[in-house]
């Protein structure tokens, strides 16, 4: 999955589907699209992102299968995960963002090829620790900042943390930036998150099988519930998260700022980047998060 078949993908669907939206969000330093695409009238809005790690691009296609699903179901009158389709779209307002860090997942994937200038900058970088594999170790933008550390929500711990691990220049992974909300990437999800004013957000990771659904001391009413139900439901565990990755996510900044559910899912098992082998998998365990998401738990 490449940014340009994701790109394609996106288009083909709306041009498929009428009743999707879609639009950029931004372009990367190297000119890259980060877009969106919508499903949806309902009250309920959400924000289901993925690939904000290069290494972890299997999470693109899984949320570019469920909106294609959702669509089709839409269409012939039926049914996902058990639940009218119809209903989905009519209760909510599904927002995807199926690869935050295109660039990234280009060189990971192999679209952006040995010889090139962006693969020598890539290389160049990655020469800084050369402990880690090349280019699959690789989770960062091309810039060598990881977008999953951008975020003003403990973002001076999370440096402080990563700087005592000896991630303390651009790399292929864990070096926050020079401050928070500083790439294009980041800075174009927070403004959208914050245009939307979601009820929830999800944020796609790999691997583990494991929900991270909490931020420091915050207490979000229903979180604990709904994360437990996604666990019945993908087989997952909900788990606390660990202290060295618990600051300067997506999800961090999305609860403390609008004090309402945000998880981490990490998909699949192994080491990053997963087979796609493992994609049916990790689609067929997630589906039911993703249109309980949508849902909400009954009130």
Avoid at 113 to 140: C, H, M, V
Avoid at 212 to 227: K, M, S, T, V
Avoid at 274 to 283: H, K, T
Wanted: aromatic share 12%; proline share 7%; glycine share 8%.
């Amino acid at each position: 999955m490449t940014s340009a078949l994701c790109e394609e993908t996106i288009l083909q669907l709306v041009n498929a589907y009428p009743f999707f939206t879609t639009r950029v969000l931004t372009t990367t330093a190297f000119g890259r699209p980060v877009r969106m695409l919508a499903l949806g009238s309902g009250d309920r809005k959400v924000i289901y992102t993925a690939a904000h790690h290069a290494n972890e691009w299997i999470t693109a296609p899984v949320l570019l299968k469920f909106m294609e699903q959702l669509a089709q179901a839409i269409r012939s009158g039926g049914r996902l995960y058990g639940v009218e389709a119809a209903n989905i779209v009519k209760a909510a307002t599904i927002y995807t963002v199926p690869m935050v860090n295109p660039d990234g997942v280009d060189l990971v994937t192999g679209a952006i090829e040995p010889g090139t200038l962006e693969y020598a900058t890539a290389q160049r970088l990655s020469d800084n620790y050369p402990r880690i594999p090349f280019p699959d170790g690789w989770k960062a933008n091309l810039l060598g900042v990881d977008l999953n550390l951008q975020y003003p929500a403990g973002w001076l711990q999370a440096r402080e943390i990563k700087f005592s691990q000896g991630y303390t220049k651009p790399g292929p992974r864990d070096y926050v930036g020079r401050a928070p909300l500083n790439q294009r990437e980041s800075i174009a999800l927070a403004e959208f998150t914050e245009e939307i004013d979601p009820a929830l957000v999800l944020a796609y990771h790999t691997q583990g099988k494991v929900i991270y659904w909490q931020f420091g001391d915050y207490e979000i009413p229903g979180a604990r519930a709904l994360g437990e139900e996604f666990a019945r439901l993908s087989g997952y565990t909900l788990a606390d998260t660990p202290y060295e990755s618990s600051f300067a996510g997506y999800k961090d900044w999305f609860i403390q700022t609008f004090r309402r559910p945000g998880y981490t899912i990490e998909a699949g098992s192994g080491d990053n980047p997963l087979p796609i082998s493992q994609f049916d998998e990790i689609y067929r365990d997630n589906l039911g998060i993703l249109v309980t998401a949508a849902l909400g738990l009954p009130s």
